[in-house]
């Protein structure tokens, strides 16, 4: 299978005000804090940041090996499994600081010759060293990284890659003094789920004769794809409590907005593919993003929208060579209103999705975090993110900065009240990209 990593990520320590590789940890001896915090919080906030990140897998990325003979069929099952083990423990980390950093931590890192003498303690040295550092208000060494809504930025392409730079831990988490086996993922028995009826499988885009109505009982969500066909992007719908998938009710919860191979202008003249997807009506976020092999969840924080039966609204643009800097979702919807047949009326028809930030879930795929629609408001109760992060303090250093991160957008529409929305965690059955032709 061709491998495929998208454009190379930022090189160097992330800030906070610029976007940082998800797909690595931070340089040099770090640590977290978060001013006034307790240790026994940092401490909890580490071990559900591990538990998340033990779920999360690197997928196979070497090539097949010829293996000759029962022996040799096993020999070489044995061997790829111990490499996709190394590279699992290997992206651990990263996932703990990406999950702790969308917490509201920053990550600090020591001055070199500190770090080290610091690295160099037992446990319960290294552990008091830690403790007034974890909860400074003014810490000691240079902030590297905050959440800075960093999977919105193109220029974070290098989380679509595999795990690198990741030896240790932070070593705050390192003074924790957890056992190794803390690391590993637990072997959890799954609750019996719902069988997936096929009323329930994920609906691949219209095609262009089925453009001209609505289907009864469901809604149209228009997604615009640009770029060089590698950016997917995964939707999924909110189910009725935080247990229960929304595909028990025996409809779609989810589909996958991907790009022919060879996607190319589409009606309108926009560059890009246009697809639209009929849906059941209902609560339905940005589940993932997703390049080659490599999946981002963002389960710790996903914009959201309504949308009910006989309506007809747009996701929005996303692509990953953005001349902005920004992923996606882009609102300008003017120029997809022509995939529809004119006498339909639905062009017409076609809103913005109004996002609200803050949508929970299940973490599946290679790295977590959040994506946050600049501007929206955020549900009720939500509080990661950009609604977790301390207030930087004057005198803390800060590492060069490149150019600044910028946010998903989505225009003042009108918007519901945030209050209204509570975000919720139930799993969906796994969605398949799409394969059928853009509509045009």
């Avoid at 006034?36 to 998340?52: E, T």
């Avoid at 009929?278 to 092999?293: D, F, M, T, Y």
Wanted: proline letters at 11%.
């Amino acid at each position: 299978m061709r491998k495929f990593y998208l454009a190379a990520a930022l090189a160097a320590a992330a800030t906070p005000v610029c976007a940082s590789d998800l797909a690595k940890s931070s340089d040099g001896y770090t640590y977290f804090n978060k001013p006034g915090a307790q240790v026994a919080v940092h401490d909890a906030d580490v071990r559900d940041c591990k538990v998340k990140a033990a779920r999360l897998h690197q997928p196979d990325t070497s090539p097949p090996v010829y293996a000759p003979g029962l022996a040799g069929a096993i020999g070489a099952a044995i061997g790829k499994a111990i490499v996709m083990a190394m590279n699992d423990a290997k992206a651990r980390p990263v996932n703990v600081e990406n999950c702790m950093v969308v917490k509201g931590w920053r990550v600090v890192a020591l001055d070199p010759v500190a770090g080290e003498a610091a690295s160099k303690l037992d446990t319960a040295a290294k552990a008091a060293r830690m403790t007034p550092l974890i909860s400074a208000a003014e810490p000691e060494g240079t902030v590297v990284r905050v959440f800075a809504n960093d999977a919105a930025a193109a220029q974070t392409a290098g989380m679509f890659s595999p795990a690198r730079n990741t030896i240790k831990s932070a070593l705050s988490v390192e003074a924790m003094g957890d056992p190794p086996e803390s690391d590993k993922p637990t072997k959890e028995k799954p609750a019996p789920a719902p069988k997936l009826a096929k009323s329930a499988r994920p609906p691949a885009p219209l095609k262009a004769e089925q453009l001209g109505e609505i289907p009864a009982n469901s809604a149209l969500i228009v997604v615009n794809l640009q770029g060089t066909g590698a950016l997917s992007v995964g939707f999924e719908r909110e189910g009725p409590d935080a247990k229960t998938p929304a595909w028990a009710d025996g409809r779609p919860g989810g589909f996958t907005a991907a790009q022919p191979v060879k996607a190319t202008a589409t009606a309108g003249g926009a560059q890009g593919t246009t697809l639209v997807f009929a849906v059941p009506p209902g609560r339905w976020k940005i589940a993932r993003l997703s390049a080659g092999l490599f999946t981002v969840s963002l389960c710790l924080g996903a914009p959201s929208f309504e949308v009910a039966a006989g309506e007809v609204v747009y996701a929005g643009a996303f692509d990953p060579a953005s001349a902005t800097n920004t992923i996606g979702p882009e609102m300008t919807l003017e120029p997809y209103r022509a995939v529809f047949p004119a006498l339909s009326g639905l062009g017409e028809k076609m809103r913005p999705a109004s996002y609200v930030n803050g949508s929970t879930g299940q973490c599946q795929g290679a790295y977590m975090y959040a994506l946050e629609t600049a501007g929206r408001p955020f549900a009720e109760g939500y509080a990661l993110g950009s609604k977790a992060q301390p207030i930087p303090t004057a005198s803390a250093g800060v590492a060069p900065a490149p150019e600044a991160a910028v946010p998903a957008s989505t225009p003042p529409v009108d918007a519901a009240p945030a209050a209204a929305i509570t975000p919720t965690s139930a799993p969906i059955a796994p969605t398949a990209p799409a394969a059928a032709p853009a509509a045009s």
